[in-house]
């Protein structure tokens, strides 16, 4: 009997097997094949059905999608790309890049003059410290950071730390960023002890493969005031439409205590996360810092604290 090319199957057959193969050897090993075999990976039922039997959507799912093979994708490799979140690893993969007082501290949940953080899966935090005043030591128009540019006559020392997120090291290829650019989602939690008041910094960048800003979420810094609440504020942001080249995401957060109190009085954070979506919008999102009695007080930005990642 002579031998049967594969190709004599029926298309529905081939789909069927090629359905069982994990997406990235469709991609590399079958798709250049032929033409036939090229023809049929590309269809968007393939990557429909591929996404129904991964979980990704539901049998009612009504959303339209542009291109079901990049929603794959962008759903398989959907996580946080923060590492350690939320303290569980003590200051694992965090950089401290500004660490002053009695230094950053990781402590379980609610802590003292705390409450319990909204999802009662997160069990720790990290809290930062006092800083003592010091002196600007230069006038505006000749300094070398932001926080130096203050007309404030003294500044806090700050507790920050951060962490500089590889995209393609994480999965995403040049082709995935620069061409559909999907929407990349950032949040942190922090929140203020009853008994002190507390100022918060957030800094997030997209950075190009020669570690060049390319977009940035920089919004004032929020203070809390003395006998407060002590309840969780989530902070929030979506990078869309952004320049092609991002390759990395640099987040840092932190701030000090408003009382300079020997101890851990200053923000307390946790939950961060980055995480590139399975939307495409081609029309910027607005960011949203959804707080509770938070009032802003200061204007000033976060030093940047790139030469301390690549240092």
Not at 15 to 24: D, G, H, I, S, W
Not at 263 to 285: C, L
Not at 288 to 295: D, I, P, Q, Y
Request: with cysteine; glycine share 4%.
């Amino acid at each position: 009997m002579a031998p049967v090319s594969i190709n004599a199957l029926p298309e529905n057959i081939l789909l069927e097997l090629f359905l069982c193969l994990p997406a990235r050897q469709l991609l590399l090993h079958c798709r250049p094949v032929c033409s036939l075999w090229r023809d049929l990976i590309d269809l968007g039922t393939l990557w429909k059905r591929k996404c129904l039997r991964e979980g990704f959507i539901t049998e009612d799912w009504a959303q339209p999608v542009a291109d079901w093979k990049v929603f794959y994708f962008l759903c398989s490799l959907r996580r946080n790309l923060l590492h350690n979140p939320c303290a569980e690893e003590n200051m694992e993969s965090w950089q401290l890049d500004a660490n002053q007082g009695s230094k950053w501290k990781v402590e379980r949940l609610p802590g003292d003059h705390g409450t319990d953080f909204p999802d009662p899966k997160v069990k720790n935090y990290f809290v930062t410290s006092y800083g003592a005043l010091r002196a600007a030591r230069a006038t505006r128009g000749h300094c070398t950071s932001l926080l130096e540019c203050s007309p404030a006559p003294h500044l806090p020392s700050l507790c920050l730390k951060s962490q500089m997120v590889d995209l393609k090291a994480e999965g995403y290829w040049e082709e995935l960023l620069d061409t559909f650019r999907p929407d990349i989602e950032v949040k942190d939690w922090f929140a203020a002890r009853r008994d002190c008041g507390c100022t918060y910094r957030i800094q997030v960048q997209l950075v190009s493969a020669d570690y060049i800003t390319l977009a940035s979420f920089e919004p004032p810094p929020m203070t809390i005031e003395q006998w407060n609440d002590a309840m969780w504020t989530e902070v929030s942001h979506t990078f869309s439409d952004y320049p092609p080249g991002v390759r990395y995401i640099l987040f840092q957060h932190g701030g000090h205590d408003t009382q300079f109190w020997a101890g851990w009085y200053g923000p307390r954070v946790t939950n961060s996360s980055i995480v590139v979506s399975n939307k495409m919008t081609r029309e910027p999102a607005p960011s949203t810092a959804l707080s509770h009695k938070v009032e802003v007080k200061e204007a000033a930005q976060l030093p940047s604290p790139l030469n301390a990642q690549l240092g």
